[in-house]
Each structure stands twice: as structure tokens, then as C-alpha cells.
């Protein structure tokens, strides 16, 4: 039962909206990691998805007991509006925050404060997003331009269309020749 604990926490979506996730990061006090998590969301848009990445940490944390938790993040307007500087607005942000405001209330004290993306330990809250994302369309959509298949990086594309994916996969009908639309004009004509 530490008296102060660390939560960093990063969220994030691919579209915006589109698929999101979520990781996070406990830290003992001297930032020695005790907790490493990543979740799919399912949809939503980046700042949702920050706002969920700050519920579940202050969720998870809960389970250590401290009186103290600091939560770090990079998005610096859901940390403003954590802190009372801004106002929250919409309606779908309004409802997070009152959960995280919720969470608050099992600490004694809840602290907040917006770091750069990518330092510290919130580059690996990062990337368990990016591996959530990642992990949530194992099977990738291959683009064919040309002859070439995106994944290839210029290399030309095999015969027959056995090409394969970077994981070694076969992929199914992407480099498929589509017929022309005169050549589908005759083949609907009755002999």
C-alpha cells in the first residue's frame, strides 16, 4: 500500500472517430513501473478517448490503495478541464468527466498535469494504445496501386496474385485483376 502513486495514461482513436483504445501506466513514487494495461474502446474520438484512458487509470489504481495519486497526460485540454481552467462543453465530455470526477472521490488527493506525448512513461501508455489499435485489425487492408501492394514498399507485386502481408499471410483477392468495363459489357451480351 504505497501513499503516492504515478498514472500515466494516454488515449487515442484512428480516424477520429474511429477505433479507439486506451493504455496505461502505474508508477510507484520513485517511477519504478508496477502496472502496465491497454484496452479497445471500441469507437470514439481522441479526447473520448483520453477522458476513458484517465477513468480506467484512476479505476486500476484505485486497487493499490494510496491516499495521493498523480495522473499524467498528454492532452492538455482534458487536463484544463480535470482542473477547473476550462469548461466543459459538450455533452458527451460532460458525462466523462463527471465519472472521472467520480473516480476522484476514493483518494484523498488527485492531482493532474499534462506532459509532452511521447516522454517518460507516457511514450509506453503510447504505445499500448498503438498495440490495442494494432491488435484490433490483425488482418490488414492491403491497397493495390499500379501493380504494387502498399505493404511491398515499391517491390512488384507476385504472380498470380500470391502476395502476402507482412506477417506472412496470404492475402485473399488484393491484387485480383478487376475486369474492364468493356470486357464485363461482353461477357453479359447473349451469344
Known sequence: MASSLIVYVDGGAR???????IGVVICAADDQVLYERKERIGGGTNNEAEYRAVIRGLDLVAGYAPEEVLV???????????????????????ELFLAAKAKEKAFRIVRY????????????ADELVNEALDDAHPGRLVVQQRGLSSHQHGRPA?????????????????LRRIPSLATRRRRARPA
Open 158 to 174: 507476385r504472380p498470380g496474385g500470391q502476395n502476402r502481408d507482412p506477417d506472412g499471410r496470404r492475402t485473399r483477392g488484393a
Open 15 to 21: 480516424g477520429n472517430p474511429g477505433p479507439a483504445a
Open 72 to 94: 499524467v497526460c498528454d492532452s492538455e485540454l482534458i487536463v484544463r478541464q480535470l482542473t477547473g481552467r476550462y469548461r466543459v462543453r459538450d455533452p458527451r465530455m460532460e
Open 113 to 124: 498535469e499534462q506532459r509532452p506525448r511521447l516522454t517518460g512513461h507516457l511514450r509506453r
